[in-house]
Nanobody, 124 residues
Framework: QLQLVESGGGQVQPGGSLRLSCEVS????????IGWFRQAPGKEREFVAG????????HYADSLKGRFAISRDDAERTAYLQMSDLKPEDTAVYYC?????????????????WGQGTQVTVSS
């Protein structure tokens, strides 16, 4: 069973930055596509970013392009989400996800594996 554990969340002021980490265990990480989703209070969960198993293809929610960057380090079995110029509307629980099928992750947004989530709060 694949396990995903997020870390790096917290409170940050508007305009600040955070880097979320997702540690992957249980199965070879190199065969999985990794994605990040988020859910704000009272809102539906939404896709944030995805990175292919090969690391050579990424996708982002249109509204987040230029501020968020996804990456992976398979040697460390860890994926990252670098977030910059954070805004109050970025406040949400952020989830790391994984799936063998990249289309399922970035198109239908229904990956098979989910972490427990980490809270990000952007507030002054």
């Amino acid at each position: 069973q694949l396990q995903l554990v997020e870390s790096g969340g917290g409170q940050v002021q508007p305009g600040g930055s955070l880097r979320l980490s997702c540690e992957v265990s249980g199965r070879p990480v190199s065969i999985y596509n990794i994605g990040w989703f988020r859910q704000a209070p009272g809102k539906e969960r939404e896709f944030v970013a995805g990175i292919k198993w090969s690391g050579d293809e990424t996708h982002y929610a249109d509204s987040l392009k230029g501020r968020f960057a996804i990456s992976r380090d398979d040697a460390e079995r860890t994926a990252y989400l670098q977030m910059s110029d954070l805004k109050p509307e970025d406040t949400a629980v952020y989830y790391c996800t994984a799936d063998r099928n990249y289309g399922i992750l970035v198109v239908t947004n229904t990956p098979a594996y989910w972490g427990q989530g980490t809270q990000v709060t952007v507030s002054s």
